[in-house]
């Protein structure tokens, strides 16, 4: 532990060894020897635990745990979602939205302070405070603000063996800033953005009502989020 300022509640503190992933990102994707591939900078290396950092208070610590619990549990049921093939997602009307949107929030602030070179990527700017508010208020604002376009990939190996470090995408996506996520088989692309979100998006990411859509990815994320977009802008079943 550390004696410092802590990062999200700004109070001095002794600092816990916190992860900037959830821990539990990397428990599926761990060998029998507790090892993984890591990819950053287009370079590859093996890892046996999550890149750690002096962070956050135990109080703190303490809060977001109750979401990475929630979210652990969640991300363990996507392949029992419910099925549209026409749209090509799966989705539960059953997500609670604080929790969720607080861990979804949670680790693309963590990222985003991270002084760790796997994370050089993630420059959230004036946004970065506005997230530490939301946190640190425990409030996980309005279904725009800061939403996440989430993709599995079902029944493959591979890709359950690996995880990449977080990269921006290279052209703004629908006139938006957006990071990408890869853990195992779970892709994250996060809008990070002052500006309007079309209501288009707005259906793409986690509802206030408790509905979750998840694309079912085969190719290339930023094809998939455009076309299904198109679909959504066709027709209002989001189902």
Not at 54 to 64: G, I, N, S, V
Not at 127 to 136: A, F, M, N, P
Not at 150 to 171: A, G, N, W, Y
Not at 223 to 233: G, P
Request: hydrophobic letters at 35%.
């Amino acid at each position: 532990m550390s004696d410092d300022i802590c990062k999200l509640c700004k109070k001095k503190a002794m600092l816990r060894h916190s992860h900037i992933l959830p821990e539990f990102f990397y428990l599926n994707i761990y060998d029998e020897l507790h090892r993984t591939l890591e990819i950053s900078n287009e370079r590859e290396k093996i890892i046996q635990k999550g890149i750690r950092e002096y962070l956050l208070c135990q109080q703190c610590e303490t809060k977001l745990s109750k979401y990475e619990k929630y979210a652990k549990e969640l991300i363990l049921d996507i392949p029992n979602f419910s099925r549209n093939d026409s749209l090509g997602i799966l989705y539960s009307e059953q997500i609670d939205y604080l929790k969720f949107k607080l861990f979804q929030l949670s680790v693309l602030w963590r990222a985003g302070i991270s002084s760790h070179e796997a994370f050089a990527q993630i420059n959230l700017g004036h946004h970065e405070e506005k997230i530490r508010q939301l946190l640190d208020q425990e409030n996980p604002g309005q279904v725009a603000e800061y939403g996440c376009l989430m993709s599995v990939i079902l029944d493959t190996e591979l890709l359950h063996k690996v995880i990449q470090s977080p990269t921006r995408f290279r052209k703004k996506l629908f006139g938006h800033n957006a990071y990408k996520f890869v853990t195992g088989s779970l892709t994250w692309v996060f809008i990070v953005s002052s500006h309007h979100v079309s209501s288009t998006m707005r259906q793409l990411f986690l509802q206030e009502t408790g509905l979750l859509r998840v694309m079912l990815s085969r190719h290339n994320e930023e094809e998939e989020i455009i076309k299904l977009a198109q679909t959504f802008h066709k027709t209002r079943d989001g189902r």
